[in-house]
T-cell receptor, first 110, second 115 residues
Framework: GEDVEQSLFLSVREGDSSVINCTYT??????LYWYKQEPGAGLQLLTY?????DMKQDQRLTVLLNKKDKHLSLRIADTQTGDSAIYFC??????????FGAGTTVTVRA | AAGVIQSPRHLIKEKRETATLKCYPI?????VYWYQQGPGQDPQFLIS???????DKGSIPDRFSAQQFSDYHSELNMSSLELGDSALYFC??????????????FGPGTRLLVL
C-alpha cells in the first residue's frame, strides 16, 4: 500500500505496551481499520475507528486518530506472546475498497 | 458466528493451468471482495461485487475473471497461470446496503502455488 505507511518491525518485551503507527493519505476515508495476521493465517479484524473520533478503546487495544496529520496508532497494553503477528492498518475508499499499509511485524520477547 | 468460507485452502497448479477459487460470504452480506497477497506483501484489491454485479476493479489481470452468484457466493477464475500468481488469495464480505459503516470480514484465504 503506497498510500498507507507503517513502520515494518517492532520488538517489545512481554508485559510492555506496543504502539504501532500508521499514516494514511485519503482524508475522505470514513473508517480506518486495524487487521492482525498471524503466520500463515488470514486477516483478523481487530478494531476500527470512525473518522470523527479521536480515540477508541476496546479491552487491551486503544486506537488514536489524528485526522489533521492523518496519523493512526494502535496501542496494545500488556503485550502477550500471542500478540506476535503482522498488523495492517487500512483505509477505505468511497467505493469500499481497502488499501493496506505494508504491515508491521510485532515480535514479543520474553 | 459464521465467518467467510473459502475453498480450497491450498491449491497447487502448474504454469498455464487454470484455477477456480470459491468464496462463501457471511450470511446476509451482499458484497464480496477479492484480494491478492504476495509473499511478504500487503493485500492488494482485485475486484468486488455488490448484489451480484461487479462494483469495482483493481489490479486484476485480464487472465482472471470473477462473478457473484444468486446465492451471493463468488468464484475467482484464473487462467494461464504464471509463477507470479503464487500468492494468498483472500475473500472478504460486508453488508453494504443501507449500512452506516461497511466493515470487511476476511476469510482464511486460499494459498495458491504455481509450479
Amino acid at each position: 500500500g503506497e498510500d498507507v505507511e507503517q513502520s515494518l518491525f517492532l520488538s517489545v518485551r512481554e508485559g510492555d505496551s506496543s504502539v504501532i503507527n500508521c499514516t494514511y493519505t485519503d482524508s475522505s476515508s470514513t473508517y480506518l481499520y486495524w487487521y492482525k495476521q498471524e503466520p500463515g493465517a488470514g486477516l483478523q479484524l481487530l478494531t476500527y475507528i470512525f473518522s470523527n473520533m479521536d480515540m477508541k478503546q476496546d479491552q487491551r487495544l486503544t486506537v488514536l486518530l489524528n485526522k489533521k496529520d492523518k496519523h493512526l496508532s494502535l496501542r496494545i497494553a500488556d503485550t502477550q506472546t500471542g500478540d506476535s503477528a503482522i498488523y495492517f492498518c487500512a483505509e477505505i475508499s468511497n467505493d469500499y475498497k481497502l488499501s493496506f499499509g505494508a504491515g508491521t511485524t510485532v515480535t514479543v520477547r520474553a | 458466528a459464521a465467518g467467510v468460507i473459502q475453498s480450497p485452502r491450498h491449491l497447487i497448479k502448474e504454469k498455464r493451468e487454470t484455477a477456480t477459487l470459491k468464496c462463501y460470504p457471511i450470511p446476509r452480506h451482499d458484497t464480496v471482495y477479492w484480494y491478492q497477497q504476495g509473499p511478504g506483501q500487503d493485500p492488494q484489491f482485485l475486484i468486488s461485487f455488490y448484489e451480484k454485479m461487479q462494483s469495482d476493479k483493481g489490479s486484476i489481470p485480464d487472465r482472471f475473471s470473477a462473478q457473484q452468484f444468486s446465492d451471493y457466493h463468488s468464484e475467482l477464475n484464473m487462467s494461464s497461470l504464471e509463477l507470479g500468481d503464487s500468492a494468498l488469495y483472500f475473500c472478504a464480505s460486508s453488508h453494504t446496503s443501507g449500512a452506516l459503516e461497511v466493515t470487511q470480514y476476511f476469510g482464511p484465504g486460499t494459498r495458491l502455488l504455481v509450479l
